[in-house]
């Protein structure tokens, strides 16, 4: 989520981060769905309703979850939450550093690299500036097996619409000289962030543009994609 101040100044942003929990609740379900019941969350956040864990283990009991966040807060609330539950972690790393997040305890004692795992890259990328990001993904992804599944959303303001592209440039600035500043790429950089793995349908659309969205809901400005690995 957004730190309280930014979403103080722009309730928009209250909207996106909606939107955008709503798309990751179904995309767990998806995966789920799917037979995939290992779920690798890097910037998982401080914890908030419809936590992964608790939608995966609703309907999964051996459900494994590997929370990934760099920021001490979040990984304490994280930790708090989790206490004394099977198949949970929470991991306090850097998701740029993907052969030390993979080594970590957390993440390899857990998750069984073998079978498919879903790469969750929520809201996360647009504060990763890093022009090796899309190394750093392909690493992960390789990591992982046949049948895995990568998961995006990331801000944008590629879009034909001049009143979102300044709405999602609106949020970008309310996040200027905090800690984490927001990059926005454009359509085809956060689509080149998939590497070879063409998005399952409907590709890369709005985060409201998707199956089981509400059909009123208005445009988020954020681009959200799913990726399975073959
Ligand atoms: C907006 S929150 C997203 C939380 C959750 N994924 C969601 O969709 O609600 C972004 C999180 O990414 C984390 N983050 C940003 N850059 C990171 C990095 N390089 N490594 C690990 N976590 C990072 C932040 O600390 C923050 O908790």
New binding site residues.
Partial sequence: ??PAKILAQNPDMGYV?QA??AF?GRAVGWCLARGIDQFL??????P?VGNVHEIALARRPDTRVAY????PV?VAHARELIEGLHGVTVTR????GPDHVLAAPGVHDLLDLTRPVAL?T???LH??PDPALPAILARYREALAPGSVHVI?HGSADHDDPELAARTRAIQDGYRGSA?EVVLRSRPEIAALLGSHGPVAPGMVDIVDRPESDPGARPTGGYAAVATMS
């Fill in positions: 989520m957004a981060c955008n929990r990751l969350d890097l910037g998982s956040g401080v908030t990934v966040d760099f920021e979040a790393a850097d998701m740029r969750l929520v809201a996360v504060f990763v959303t984490t």
